[in-house]
């Protein structure tokens, strides 16, 4: 049998050279596929976000380890006294939640659940935590959530308790890429 | 005239003399592969200095500031890199950054394909100046009339 391929050197360099071009193609595709996917990944601060909600939550309806009285009144709003934005909180913007609990010693509320934010976020942290039943659902758009829990100490009938500050957070805020003629995506 | 780099000097191949053939498609070849890599390093490098990093690291590092501020503080803010970039794509200092406090929103624009925004959580006066290659925040409480004005820009908003 003729291997008619190997014979002619000149035909040998041909072959090459398709093959090359072919090697130069892969190269090129792979590299700025690579450059393309690194770069253009978002940087994920949804969860230092969350964080940063839950201590300047717990840092402000708790002074020195004693709750401000101000947070049991019936009046009591929470973005106002905490200097947070009502904008960004708001069920609309679909970027943040957070949930306040407070009990006492025995678990029994001390009052209603402080609620603010996109509730949807708040089946999403839900979804994510491990159960009895199976693992927990992950999904890369889901908010990042935070869960803490304070302890602190408060005047009833002028005695002093204890009770606890449970605090759930999440963020699911992206950044905008703003094109030049001003519109957002 | 002869130039004997474009012809080659083996003399013959198989009895027959080549010794005219002209080996400018090696040359080609070789620049070509040339110019191709140099493409290709030019394009990671470009992407890896690329003001759309720059714009989304910055934005979000300010906003996580601005959240973790309080009151009476000023913070001083290293820029140095953003100017840098900005000065390549002839923008001004003065127009890379700004805050837009009605909707709670940094705003990067370090090149004049467009820009990069996030929000940030806390409701105070914050104002900033350029420092140098700095950039400087003051972060104050709102007067209470400011606050209810913006409270009613925030519910229209909302």
Not at chain 1, 80 to 100: A, G, M, P, T, V
Request: glycine share 8%; with cysteine.
């Amino acid at each position: 049998m003729q291997l008619n391929f190997l014979r002619n050197k000149k035909g040998g360099e041909k072959f090459l050279s398709i093959w090359w071009f072919l090697v130069l193609v892969i190269v090129g595709i792979g590299t700025v596929g690579a450059v393309l996917m690194y770069y253009s990944a978002n940087i994920d601060v949804r969860s230092d976000e969350a964080k940063i909600v839950s201590d300047k939550l717990s840092d402000c309806i708790i002074n020195n380890g004693f709750l401000s009285p101000a947070v049991l009144e019936d009046k009591f709003s929470v973005l106002d006294y905490c200097n947070l934005s009502l904008y960004i909180f708001s069920e609309q913007q679909k970027q943040f939640y957070f949930k306040i609990q407070l009990s006492d010693e025995a678990g029994k509320p001390l009052r209603n659940d402080i609620l603010q934010g996109y509730t949807d976020i708040q089946r999403q942290c839900d979804w994510q935590k491990p159960t009895s039943t199976g693992g927990a659902i992950t999904a890369e758009y889901y908010a990042k959530c935070i869960d803490s829990s304070v302890e602190f100490l408060y005047y009833k009938d002028e005695e002093l308790k204890t009770g606890k500050c449970e605090i759930l957070v999440g963020s699911n805020q992206n950044g905008q890429k703003i094109s030049s003629t001003g519109g957002g995506q | 005239m002869k130039r004997g780099i474009f012809r080659n000097k083996r003399g013959t191949s198989g009895g027959e003399s080549i010794e005219g053939d002209i080996v400018m498609p090696e040359i080609i070849f070789i620049i070509l592969n040339i110019i191709y890599f140099g493409l290709l390093i030019v394009f990671v490098v470009k992407s890896s200095t690329g003001a759309w990093i720059y714009e989304q690291a910055y934005a979000k590092q300010i906003a996580l500031v601005l959240d973790q501020s309080k009151p009476g503080m000023t913070i001083s803010m290293n820029f140095t890199k953003a100017i840098q970039i900005a000065d390549k794509n002839k923008r001004k200092k003065g127009n890379t950054f700004k805050i837009d406090s009605s909707k709670n929103k940094v705003i990067l624009t370090l090149s004049n394909s467009g820009g990069y925004s996030y929000n940030y959580f806390v409701d105070y006066d914050i104002t900033y100046k350029f420092d140098g290659n700095n950039l400087v925040f003051n972060i104050k409480d709102k007067t209470p009339e400011e606050k209810t004005a913006v409270a009613k820009e925030e519910k229209n908003a909302a």
